[in-house]
């Protein structure tokens, strides 16, 4: 491993390749991971929500974890996404990730199970219970229907040293009370970019980036310059990425991105029904702002 803190400032959350008959691209992998360690990214959050993790098998995530490790070697932390509508197959993901020495784990909770504060304590206790990688919780209201409550944070931190980090993407004013309660050495991230600014402003450390996909040095030079606290330089830079940010996620942030990349020779492949491939309307729209964008 790199590092014992793998939940740096900025990382990417790299997209899934798929082939034209969905299944899994072993080549992708490789041609993405590739393109990520040309550009210095220097962690990768790997089948988290950007890598349609839902919509793969358990064993497919777990080829994934294998190649992507295989790909990466240790140019590059890699942060395995885990979770599942069964505790058993959140347990198998994190077994996959501990065997396969990925630099970290981000837990995130079951969708659409409603689950109580007490089951959601009982399905983190029992994965931290087969890995020892450091652990980064996902509270994604919006996408799963659960709210991890302070409380519950801070009881299975006391219980659980390595659970490092909170990714939060419920309410943004938790930030600043998390970091007072559990010390600066406690990370707390955030996954939505246009949101970067007063996110960092709130307390948040960093982000999981998913535009860092398409612009992965200018969104780690926009994080750096943050944490210098030169905001006017970083929001000057950042507004120069903004026409083509907002087109990208206006037209679906996943279908967006996979086609930018596979135009630029990247194996980004396609996604998986029922997102669909852009029309051929959608694709003047992406190239001509991401012809004419601003170069940082």
């Known amino acids: 491993m790199i590092t014992q803190n793998p939940f740096v400032p900025f990382s990417v959350a790299m997209v899934t390749p798929f082939d034209q008959n969905e299944r899994l691209s072993l080549s992708g992998i490789y041609s993405l991971i590739d393109y990520y360690k040309q550009n210095h990214v220097p962690a990768l959050l790997i089948s988290g929500s950007t890598g349609e993790q839902h919509s793969m098998t358990i064993e497919e995530r777990q080829i994934l974890y294998q190649e992507a490790k295989s790909a990466g070697k240790d140019n590059l932390l890699l942060i395995g996404g885990v979770a599942a509508v069964r505790t058993t197959d959140a347990i198998r993901l994190a077994e996959a990730a501990q065997r396969e020495k990925l630099d970290g784990i981000m837990l995130g909770f079951p969708p659409y199970l409603r689950m ?156 998986r029904e029922p997102l669909s491939p852009l029309s051929k309307q959608e694709k003047k729209i992406v190239m001509a702002v991401w012809q004419n964008r601003e170069v940082l």
Not at 224 to 233: A, G
Request: hydrophobic fraction near 40%; aromatic fraction near 8%.
């Open 116 to 271: 109580s504060q007490l089951e959601a304590a009982a399905y983190v206790k029992r994965v931290c219970a087969v890995t020892d990688l450091p652990i980064m919780l996902y509270n994604n209201p919006p996408r799963t229907g659960f709210n991890l409550e302070l409380n519950t944070l801070y009881h299975l931190v006391e219980k659980y040293p390595q659970i490092k980090a909170l990714k939060e993407a419920g309410n943004p004013s938790n930030a600043p009370i998390v970091k007072r309660e559990l010390g600066s050495s406690f990370s707390v991230l955030t996954g939505f970019d246009l949101h970067l600014f007063d996110n960092m402003r709130n307390g948040y450390d960093g982000i999981t980036s998913i535009i860092g996909n398409v612009f992965p040095k200018e969104m780690q030079q926009i994080v750096e310059l943050i944490k210098q606290e030169k905001w006017v330089f970083a929001e000057e830079q950042f507004n120069k990425l903004r026409p083509t940010v907002h087109t990208i996620l206006e037209l679906g942030a996943l279908r967006a991105i996979k086609y930018v990349l596979t135009e630029n020779n990247i194996e980004a492949g396609i996604c």
